[in-house]
């Protein structure tokens, strides 16, 4: 949710995160943010310091102990002018700060990042979660980075959960026409037993591996 009652900034935003894929709520003024989060729990909100009657960090203080806010990351925006609330909202937990002139890819890469931190607190204890753009594996609390292959490797069986694939169809899908062997399979598939647990993939003895995403309970 972009909380914003500037217009221009707001649908220059609003166009930015669009394009990258996100589906976003505007609230024009500080009582839309209210009917809007009822109707339409957001997962981030982006709330201008300057608002219609109070200011944001009034605004802030106000919802941020509401039922439907609740675990939602709230960010600040605020011109060059009011650069002396920054402190007074990260102290107030605010989760992010951003002041206008806005940098795009700044912004974009702060909004990624808080809306994967939130992910990451709703994966249940025994699931994994898949983060492409960082080459990483998400158990919980714990991350496993993984080299290029061996995150191609599970990215792609991940996709087939349960599914067991023979080595040559591996070799098919992540190392294309490459020339290595099955080999090259079963040291992959080792390496990614130690880093994210044995117990996530399936070994069909003269056939080949399969991948379970759930952990055993």
């Known amino acids: 949710m972009l909380a914003i009652p500037e217009e221009t900034i707001r ?9 990258t894929g996100y589906r976003l709520l505007e609230a024009e003024n500080s ?5 809007l989060a009822e109707q339409f729990p957001p ?5 201008a310091f300057q608002q219609d009657k109070e200011d944001g960090l009034s605004v802030y203080h106000s919802i941020k102990n509401l039922p439907e806010f609740k675990g939602i990351p709230i960010g600040m925006l605020a ?6 609330i ?10 992010f700060f951003i ?9 974009k890469q702060i909004v990624k990042e808080a809306l994967s931190v939130k992910i990451r607190e709703k994966i249940p204890p025994n699931r994994l979660l898949i ?3 960082e080459y990483v594996v998400n158990q919980g609390p714990q991350n496993s980075a993984l080299t290029r292959r061996e995150f191609e490797l599970v990215n792609f069986m991940s996709h087939h959960p349960g599914k067991i694939f023979r080595r040559a169809e591996l070799l098919a899908q992540v190392w294309k026409n490459e020339p290595v062997t099955g080999r090259t399979i079963d040291v992959h598939i080792n390496r990614l037993r130690e880093k994210i647990g044995s117990h996530h993939f399936k070994t069909v003895k003269g056939v080949g591996y399969g991948f379970l995403p759930k952990n055993p309970d």
């Open 11 to 19: 649908v220059m935003l609003a166009d930015e995160l669009i394009q």
């Open 31 to 35: 009582t839309q943010i209210l009917s």
């Open 43 to 47: 997962d981030l909100i982006i709330l």
């Open 79 to 84: 011109s060059k002018e009011d650069n002396f």
């Open 86 to 95: 920054e402190g007074l909202a990260l102290d107030a937990g605010v989760d």
């Open 99 to 107: 002041l206008d002139p806005i940098d795009i890819p700044q912004f």
């Open 131 to 133: 983060l492409p753009d």
